[in-house]
């Protein structure tokens, strides 16, 4: 069955830091790969979607990066706020089905 | 505002009280879908729905009934409550089919639902 794996399960930093969100999948033939942001007691939200042809992408201080012959990706946080504490979930779309598997998620929290 | 809505967005019932969860969109997608969240799992795909009159069985639909009369409603239904489908819900919505297209889905707020 496709999985999809994310690493670490939980991060704490503090303000101000970076850090880096990691995950790696099975899924094939890989369609994309979005990463989301779930703040506690909310729904998931859209924070990058890339495809096989792209390496990175960039959403304000998140970076998203894409290696589709590793099939890996990770989540790059710049500068981390308080705010960011939250959540990071890696969903990965098959071609051929269009179903998106979801990985477990990262809980990342930031400290003053 | 674009936004997917969920009531209630907390429910606690008993076992075998049917119940449903109402979900609407306002962005006129066509794709809707229901999800489960349960600690240290990722999201499962309960039912989804290409279309007004057409759905289909995520991975865990069993338990679970859904109806796409409109486009904007898409209501999950509880026939038999059990306390295994205690979890956090979320209704979800796109332009059309997530997952190939590359469409970003839009999540509603969560309903957490706790079954005795």
């Known amino acids: 069955k496709n999985q999809v794996e994310q690493s670490p399960q939980s991060l704490i930093i503090l303000e101000g830091k970076n850090c880096t969100l990691q995950?790696?999948?099975?899924?094939?033939?890989?369609?994309?790969l979005r990463w989301y942001k779930q703040d506690t007691g909310r729904g998931p939200v859209s924070l990058t979607i890339?495809?096989?042809?792209?390496n990175t992408k960039s959403n304000g201080r998140y970076t998203a990066t894409l290696d589709a012959d590793t099939k890996q990706s990770s989540l790059h946080i710049t500068a981390s706020q308080l705010s960011d504490s939250a959540s990071y979930i890696c969903?990965?779309?098959?071609?051929?089905?269009?179903?998106?598997?979801f990985g477990a998620g990262t809980r990342l929290t930031v400290k003053p | 505002e674009a936004q997917v809505t969920q009531n209630p967005r907390y429910l606690i019932t008993v076992t075998g009280k049917k119940l449903t969860v109402t979900c609407s969109q306002n962005?006129?997608?066509?794709?809707m879908s229901w999800y489960r969240q349960d600690p240290g799992l990722g999201l499962r795909q309960i039912y989804y729905?290409?279309?007004?009159?057409?759905?289909d069985k995520g991975d865990v639909p069993e338990g679970y009934k859904v109806s796409r009369k409109e486009k904007r409603n898409f209501p999950l239904i509880l026939e038999s409550p059990s306390p295994n489908q205690t979890s956090l819900y979320f209704c979800?919505?796109?332009?059309?089919?997530?997952?190939?297209?590359?469409?970003?889905?839009?999540f509603g707020p969560g309903t957490r639902l706790l079954v005795l």
């Open positions: 962005m006129n997608h066509e794709y």
């Open positions: 969903v990965v779309s098959d071609t051929w089905t269009s179903d998106m598997r």
């Open positions: 890339m495809t096989f042809s792209e």
């Open positions: 995950c790696n999948y099975t899924v094939s033939p890989f369609s994309n």
């Open positions: 979800a919505s796109s332009l059309f089919a997530s997952g190939g297209g590359g469409e970003t889905q839009y």
């Open positions: 729905s290409m279309n007004v009159e057409v759905t």
